[in-house]
Nanobody, 122 residues
Framework: QVQLVESGGGSVQAGGSLRLSCVAS???????MGWFRQAPGKEREGVGY???????AVAEAVKDRFTISKDNAINTLYLQMNSLKPDDTAMYYC?????????????????WGQGTQVNVSS
């Protein structure tokens, strides 16, 4: 059983930055992790994914402001979010993909974190 523990959410003003972290436990082989977000009344959308190696990607809509990385030594996924906008307000979820998948598609997610709230005020 994989467990995902997220941290780093909070409230910031527009233009500010936040760094989300997600620590995975319970799995030791190759795996990919990602971040999804869901705003009220909207569908959950993929923000980015990383396997800590050659498979990294950030959604086109945020790639000029967000950076994703994964430290395989400590099983931790990060999402650095800069120049935040009110539209970035959402619950952000950490995801563990069914190996060897690595994608923006939530259908490949095997485990979800509990979510961390990000609020950006104007």
């Amino acid at each position: 059983q994989v467990q995902l523990v997220e941290s780093g959410g909070g409230s910031v003003q527009a233009g500010g930055s936040l760094r989300l972290s997600c620590v995975a436990s319970g799995y030791t082989d190759y795996y990919c992790m990602g971040w999804f977000r869901q705003a009220p009344g909207k569908e959950r959308e993929g923000v980015g994914y990383s396997d800590g190696g050659t498979s990294d990607a950030v959604a086109e809509a945020v790639k000029d402001r967000f950076t994703i990385s994964k430290d395989n030594a400590i099983n931790t996924l990060y999402l650095q979010m800069n120049s935040l906008k009110p539209d970035d307000t959402a619950m952000y979820y950490c995801a563990f993909f069914r190996p060897p998948m690595c994608s923006f598609w939530s259908g490949y997610v095997e485990y979800w974190g509990q979510g961390t709230q990000v609020n950006v005020s104007s």
